[in-house]
T-cell receptor, first 111, second 111 residues
Framework: ELKVEQNPLFLSMQEEKNYTIYCNYS?????LYWYRQDPGKSLESLFV?????AVKQEGRLMASLDTKARLSTLHITAAVHDLSATYFC???????????FGTGTRLKVLA | DAGVTQSPTHLIKTRGQQVTLRCSPK?????VSWYQQALGQGPQFIFQ???????QRGNFPDRFSGHQFPNYSSELNVNALLLGDSALYLC??????????FGQGTRLTVV
């Protein structure tokens, strides 16, 4: 069964710095999702990546997918405090409908 | 468009009791999935409903059951509640695209 691992689990970074969150998955995943979750809140969809080499950007966040390496990355550029949240990646295998989530990366941006 | 709506938002139950959570999908969506998110963890897939049938199920005991109505709304029922059932329960709806949208969740506390 598909397994999804994220690292790091916790990330404390200064404003204006860049960093990358990594998402590795164990078997073929048809699609890869990134979600943001604020404390006590639901999941906000950030990106859907469907093919090898896919790259999507929104503001200071950029996500990419390498299906050969079974790796997706979420890159944060010039972090600001508003980006503090927990970020999840999730995969879904072909022929299934369930998302398999990673354990999440808790990001804290320090002023 | 109201998006995915869940009720209630918070609930406190006693061990051994039964609980019903409700979800209305986003307009135009016909598929509803339920996830359990324990504190500090990623969401875990419970099951998915499509055309009023359970289409896929995760590794949850039979105490967890569900239903989908002709208007695509859904209920999650949990019998014989355990302390370990305390979690945020998330409903996600999807339609013809590969993306699921999550509701705000129901925070269940079992005491």
């Amino acid at each position: 069964e598909l397994k999804v691992e994220q690292n790091p689990l916790f990330l404390s970074m200064q404003e204006e710095k860049n960093y990358t969150i990594y998402c590795n998955y164990s078997t073929t995943s048809d699609r890869l999702y990134w979600y943001r979750q604020d404390p006590g809140k639901s999941l906000e969809s950030l990106f859907v990546l469907l093919s090898n080499g896919a790259v999507k950007q929104e503001g200071r966040l950029m996500a990419s997918l390498d299906t050969k390496a079974r790796l997706s990355t979420l890159h944060i550029t010039a972090a600001v405090h508003d980006l503090s949240a927990t970020y999840f990646c999730a995969g879904a295998s072909s022929g299934t409908y369930k998302y398999i989530f990673g354990t999440g990366t808790r990001l804290k941006v320090l002023a | 468009d109201a998006g995915v709506t869940q009720s209630p938002t918070h609930l406190i139950k006693t061990r051994g009791q039964q609980v019903t959570l409700r979800c209305s999908p986003k307009s135009g969506h016909d598929t509803v999935s339920w996830y359990q998110q324990a504190l500090g963890q990623g969401p875990q897939f419970i099951f998915q409903y499509y055309e009023e049938e359970e289409r896929q199920r995760g590794n949850f005991p039979d105490r967890f059951s569900g239903h989908q109505f002709p208007n695509y709304s859904s209920e999650l029922n949990v019998n014989a509640l355990l302390l370990g059932d305390s979690a945020l329960y998330l409903c996600a709806s999807s339609g013809q695209t590969v993306e699921a949208f999550f509701g705000q969740g129901t925070r269940l506390t079992v005491v």
